[in-house]
C-alpha cells in the first residue's frame, strides 16, 4: 500500500470524549436500543443543522445525543460518527464492541448504511477544510473497512417494496426527501467521492480479477482487505 499516506489515518474519539451519557441508553435497567448487526453497503453523508461557530462541539454532541435518545425516543444518538469543525471524530450508536451496528440516521435505510454526519449547517457554505479531511479520511477509512469503491454503487437498499441501489457515498436528500447534508455539501459530494477514491488507494481487486492484477499496490490490498 505505497499509496498510502498520513490522510488515511483517522482517529475516532470514544463516546467519552463527548460527554456520553451511558445511563441514558437504558430504562429500569433494560438497554432502550439494544444493538443490530449489519454489513454497510452505504455511507451515508448528514449535517446536524447546528451553528457554524461552535463553541463547544462537545455540548452539541450531548444535545443531539438527548434529542435523539430522549425526544425521539431511540434511547441513542443514531449516527455511526460525527465530524466537528475541528476535524475531531467522534464516535457516535453506541455499537457494544462489535464491527456493523445499525444505527438511526435515514429512516427506512438504516440497514446496509452508515451514517457520518458533520456538525453544522451546509446550506450556504461547506465544512472547514479540517473538517473535509476528516470526513475523506473517514469515509476512506469506512470503504477500506468494509470494501466498498467510494465511485460504486450499493446493492439494493431501503424500504420493502422500494429497494433500489445507491452511491455507495450518498447524501441523505438521496435516499429521503431532504435538504440534508446542506446545498453546498451535497453538491460536493462528486468531489468528496473522488478525494475519496484517492485517498482510500488502489480499488479492491475482487478475487475473479485478481489475475489481471497488475500492480503490486492491488495484491497486497486484497490480502490486506481479507484479513
Ligand atoms: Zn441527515
Not at 14 to 20: F, L, T
Not at 59 to 70: E, K, L, N, V
Not at 75 to 90: E, K, L, Q, T
Not at 180 to 206: D, F, S
Amino acid at each position: 500500500m505505497g499509496e498510502m499516506t498520513g490522510s488515511d489515518v483517522v482517529r475516532v474519539l470514544p463516546r467519552a470524549a463527548w460527554g456520553a451519557d451511558e445511563q441514558r441508553r437504558f430504562a429500569d435497567g433494560e438497554e432502550r436500543w439494544p444493538p443490530a448487526y449489519a454489513t454497510a453497503e452505504a455511507l451515508v453523508v448528514h449535517h446536524t443543522r447546528t451553528a457554524n461557530e461552535d463553541p463547544s462541539p462537545e455540548a452539541t454532541m450531548r444535545a443531539i445525543y438527548g434529542f435523539h435518545a430522549d425526544v425521539r425516543g431511540w434511547g441513542d444518538i443514531g449516527y455511526h460518527h460525527v465530524i466537528a469543525a475541528d476535524g475531531r471524530v467522534f464516535a457516535g450508536r453506541w455499537d457494544g464492541g462489535r464491527a456493523g451496528v445499525v444505527a438511526g440516521h435515514a429512516l427506512g435505510h438504516n440497514i446496509g448504511t452508515e451514517g457520518i454526519a458533520v456538525l453544522g449547517n451546509f446550506e450556504d457554505t461547506l465544512p472547514t477544510p479540517e473538517a473535509w479531511r476528516s470526513l475523506v479520511s473517514l469515509l476512506a477509512s469506512r470503504c477500506r473497512a468494509l470494501h466498498l469503491d467510494p465511485a460504486g454503487r450499493s446493492g439494493p437498499l431501503g424500504p420493502a417494496g422500494a429497494r433500489r441501489p445507491y452511491p455507495t457515498i450518498l447524501g441523505h436528500g438521496d435516499c429521503r426527501p431532504t435538504t440534508c447534508p446542506g446545498e453546498q455539501l451535497a453538491a460536493a459530494l462528486p468531489r468528496l467521492r473522488a478525494e475519496v477514491a484517492a485517498a482510500r488507494g488502489p480499488a479492491q481487486v475482487r478475487p475473479s480479477e485478481r489475475r489481471q492484477a497488475r500492480a503490486p499496490d492491488s495484491t497486497a490490498a486484497l490480502s490486506r482487505q481479507r484479513s
